[in-house]
């Protein structure tokens, strides 16, 4: 059975031709698009580690079958810095220490980027570490993960009041 | 994972037409896709439902009523402006449970349908009534603190891990669903089964049947002053529940008009409490009052393992619940989940 889907990766049409339905987001982004940012932590939807946007919308890239994605939108870590300029979200995770080793970063960037559009936590931080409870930390960075979030939170809201004044 | 055939069907009856034994439908797909990961699950064929247009609408009416398609993201359905007002204890129930990217692409029909996070079931090499009929229970004699203290049986003890369902058990949801033999509807108490000797069936679908909503009936939203959901975990967030509870009063002045209250994660279904319910109505808010309806709630409760100590976790959260519930839905729905940091804490 040849499967063919046409998505948006960071921006790029893409037109891909899966043999096989089993094949997940995750594994589609890594194995067949030289997209390695995005990581497996636990393969099953417990870490947050694999998490990218669909539709603007976080999920779980491991639990998303690569085939149901026609027509999809799709940005990973890669996608998210607009040339050297990194995102709001990746400036606060350094300057806040978000992160030990590194492995569930980009999952908690792309997390919190999500959190931040979906408009539930604002800065508090109570709301944000609930909001990511789905990404787990083995270095247990979460004080200065809540605090980037925090911060990114206020950035974004202060430079959307200034697009909108 | 045991290799599958995939389609997308445009419209349920393409979707109907498409089952055939050894089917699996496919929703968010959150817990389907990891059941199949580890083998516990392995369908011939994943008919996809996110092609079909009509399922995604929420429809909130002023006699209370509501109607949700089966295609509803979780977390599109507790964001939902008018039916997180008129039903806050099931916003509260979604948010309690899974995490944002979860929420996100569960669906809520794939909400009612998920299994068992029984670890016996989801482990192929055990010994499993539900997934393999006849083949026994791991569970019994094994590690089994967190099952079922009513409605198990000697085949089963596994429990029902959603938690959107209790507050649905609770306002008396219905199920639609449509087969080749056309629509019908099923009330919420009969739509999950206890175990009895047939486990490996959970729900009240037919073979090839499909959920294509759900409504909550009208005078649902009336409760909307008084209602809270409560979970307890090993947690703070991002964990199953041991114990939860939905409760839901509809006060007329200081008295209680008509009482709801069911129980999460104790039965192989939520456990509606209707002995509970009629002992509040008519009565006055108290301590003693929410006590006895804790105790009528979980009568018959007996362990399964070692999890006697679930029957009371059950009883304080009942009583918690409807205290919660007297006291009024607060402010800002949803609360926090329970923690040690917010200033929602359920103190």
Redesign the interface.
């Known amino acids: 059975m040849s499967l063919s889907i046409s998505l948006t990766v960071n921006g790029d049409r893409c037109d891909v031709d899966l043999d096989d339905p089993r094949v997940t987001l995750l594994d589609l982004l890594r194995e067949r698009m030289a997209l390695p940012g995005t990581k497996k932590g636990c393969d099953r939807g417990q870490c947050g580690a694999c998490t990218v946007l669909v539709n603007g919308r976080r999920i779980n890239s491991c639990l998303t079958l690569a085939v149901t994605l026609n027509g999809a939108e799709v940005t990973t870590i890669e996608g998210l810095a607009a040339g050297e300029d990194l995102h709001p979200v990746q400036t606060a995770f350094i300057e806040h220490d978000g992160f030990q080793c590194g492995y569930c970063t980009p999952g908690q960037i792309m997390s919190a980027v999500g959190l931040i559009a979906e408009g539930q936590a604002g800065d508090d931080a109570e709301r944000i570490r609930e909001g990511m409870s789905g990404n787990l930390c083995r270095c247990s960075a979460y004080h200065g993960i809540t605090e980037a979030v925090q911060d990114a939170a206020r950035r974004m809201a202060s430079a959307d009041e200034r697009k909108s004044a | ?1 045991k ?4 389609s ?1 069907p445009a419209s349920v009856a393409e979707a109907l037409a498409a089952w055939q034994p050894g089917s699996a439908w ?1 929703g968010g ?2 817990n389907l ?2 059941l199949m ?1 580890t083998g516990a699950v392995m369908p011939d064929r ?1 008919i ?1 439902l ?1 092609g079909i247009p009509g399922l995604e609408d929420i429809e909130v009416s002023d006699d209370g009523s509501a109607r949700i398609g089966a295609l509803v993201r979780n ?1 599109d359905l507790a ?1 939902d402006p008018a039916f997180a007002a008129a039903f806050p204890m099931v916003a509260e129930a979604i948010l309690a449970g ?5 929420r ?2 569960a669906t809520v029909g794939g909400n009612l349908m998920q299994r068992t996070r029984c670890a016996y079931f989801t482990d192929p090499s055990s010994a499993c009534n539900k997934r393999v009929p006849g083949s026994g229970c791991a569970a019994v004699g094994g590690v089994n603190g967190t099952h079922a203290v009513l409605g198990w049986s000697d085949s089963c003890i596994a429990t029902n891990p959603s938690d959107f369902a209790v507050p649905l058990a609770a306002l008396g949801a219905v199920v639609s669903v449509e087969g080749s033999d056309g629509r019908r509807e099923i009330p919420f108490s009969e739509f999950h089964r206890l175990p009895g000797k047939t486990p490996e069936i959970d729900t009240a679908l037919d073979p090839g049947e499909l959920i294509v909503g759900l409504r909550l009936p009208a005078g649902a939203a009336a409760f909307r002053g008084h209602s809270r959901y409560l979970k307890l975990r090993d947690r ?3 964990a199953f529940a041991l114990v939860s509870a939905a409760a839901a009063l509809r006060m007329e002045g200081d008295t209680i008009a008509e009482a709801r209250l069911a129980l999460g994660a104790v039965a192989a279904k939520p456990w509606r409490a209707a002995e509970a319910e009629a002992l509040l109505a008519g009565q006055s808010p108290s301590p003693e009052l929410f006590t006895r309806a804790a105790e009528a709630a979980t009568g018959g409760a007996t362990p399964s393992g070692d999890n006697d100590h679930k029957i009371e976790l059950a009883r304080r959260i009942a009583a918690r619940a409807l205290t919660l519930a007297a006291a009024g839905t607060p402010a800002r729905m949803p609360a ?2 329970a ?1 040690v ?3 929602n804490a359920h103190a």
């Open positions: 994972m290799r599958f055939d995939y997308r496919l797909g959150t896709v990891d990961k994943l996809d996110a977390s964001h899974a995490s944002g990217q979860l996100n692409a703070t967030s991002y926090l989940p923690s940091h917010g200033d």
